[in-house]
């Protein structure tokens, strides 16, 4: 296991929120990647679906920042 997959790992038994909302940390990460991206407080839809920037801030993110 690489330390980043440790590190994710880490953060998906994350559960210092729990009692106030259902824990869902939303992870990804790949070690090739030439940037990364950390965020925090996922919107509703992230925390729904688990998947990282798919919201109103994740386009504005990839219009705005990564054009």
């Known amino acids: 296991m690489t330390e980043l ?3 994710q790992a ?3 038994a994350c ?10 940390p939303v992870v990804h990460g790949n070690p ?3 940037i ?5 407080a996922p919107g509703k839809k992230v925390h729904e679906t688990g998947i990282p ?3 109103a801030s994740g ?3 990839r219009q705005d920042w990564y054009q």
Do not use: I, T, Y
């Open 36 to 40: 990364l991206q950390v965020s925090q």
């Open 10 to 12: 880490q953060l998906r």
């Open 53 to 55: 920037f798919n919201d």
């Open 59 to 61: 386009r504005r993110l």
């Open 5 to 7: 997959e440790k590190l």
């Open 15 to 24: 559960r210092h929120c729990e009692g106030m909302l259902e824990p869902r």
């Open 32 to 34: 090739g990647a030439p």
